[in-house]
């Protein structure tokens, strides 16, 4: 039993105890998006060639849509020079997809295409964002695979173009 006068500080002390546990949790689905917590270098397996361009591409489950700019760009600098591509599915079925191109690519990539190429595999239309980031959704989470297919297909018609 907690007595009336200690409630204040014990409401606080959840409160901050509560923060800490969110901000763990976020740091852990990052690590997982990542392709960390398996013994490590699983996200190094992630990173795919297309046309002499390096890419990551992958379907994230129960990450935050808000969250994906952030692990895109965590993606970006894991890559150094590349494309990277996440859906994100959620529980209610829908997707988004965020991609992101390294600023040396961004002359042969456009990140609002690729996103707009993915999103409409998912049943969206648009999308939107600048040339290095952009971000989109969809209705058909249960399409994440082809939009990142259309993704992939994008960048090797581009890469083969160049």
């Keep these: 039993r907690i007595a009336p006068e200690d409630l204040p500080s014990r409401v606080v002390s959840l409160m901050e105890e509560r923060k800490r546990l969110e901000r763990e949790l976020a740091q852990a689905k990052k690590q997982l998006a990542m392709g960390g917590g398996s013994g490590g270098g699983a996200?190094?397996?992630?990173?795919q060639e297309l046309g002499g361009v390096k890419i990551i591409a992958r379907k994230l489950?129960?990450?935050?849509p808000k969250d994906l700019r952030g692990l895109v760009d965590?993606?970006?600098k894991q890559l150094g020079s590349g494309v990277v591509a996440?859906?994100?599915?959620?529980?209610?079925?829908?997707?988004?997809i965020a991609v992101g191109v390294t600023e040396d690519l961004t002359s042969r990539y456009n990140a609002v295409e690729l996103v707009k190429a993915g999103a409409a595999a998912m049943g969206g239309k648009g999308g939107g964002g600048r040339p290095d980031m952009a971000q989109a959704g969809g209705p058909d989470a249960a399409k994440a695979d082809a939009a990142l297919d259309a993704v992939r297909a994008a960048v090797g018609e581009l890469a083969g173009a160049a």
């Design 43 to 47: 996200a190094e397996t992630q990173v």
């Design 61 to 64: 489950e129960g990450v935050n």
């Design 74 to 76: 965590d993606g970006k």
């Design 86 to 96: 996440f859906v994100a599915v959620s529980e209610d079925g829908k997707g988004a």
